[in-house]
């Protein structure tokens, strides 16, 4: 069975805090050409209609590269589904062709808690500053459970939380 990778969230106090039992590895992305440029997202956060947990993580597919794990072929999976660009106001850019992100799986080990940004609901985008200052440490074991993850886990079926704009 696939373990679920959950986090649980205090709307009151707009953060989160990670049981580290439950929840080994989160993956952020950092926005390059996008409307919040240099922000950043937690991806997966958005928990089905009927379900008790507050918040699910779900690794989308990728390689490594770089820093961290860099994802190409998911992006217009995830960014072009039921969203037109008229949804980004603040958008520069022509569609989502051009959108690019670097992303980057964290070790949960180094992480006590997450603040979130107040200028939007539920879990969605931070402030750089506050993932930088989380010195994220990936363990030699990062990339096998990712690895293990995706081979028993259609990972295309699972998007990014789009209900925090």
Known sequence: M???YR??????????????????FLLFQRSLKVHF?????????????DSKDKAKFILPKGSWAEAGIKISSIQTEVY???RSIQEWPGSRYNGY???ESIYYL?????IKEINLCTQ???FGWFSMPAILALKPVL???????FSALRAKVDLTLYQVNSKHH
Do not use: M
């Open 139 to 145: 363990r030699e074991s990062t990339f096998q459970a």
């Open 106 to 110: 964290v070790d949960c080990a180094t």
């Open 120 to 122: 939007h609901r539920g």
């Open 97 to 99: 062709d051009s959108y």
């Open 37 to 49: 440029s240099n922000q950043w997202e937690c991806l997966g956060a958005t928990p089905e209609p």
């Open 2 to 4: 696939v373990r679920v």
């Open 7 to 24: 986090a649980i969230i205090w709307s009151s106090q707009l953060n989160v805090k990670l049981a580290r039992y439950e929840v080994e």
């Open 80 to 82: 072009r589904y039921r």
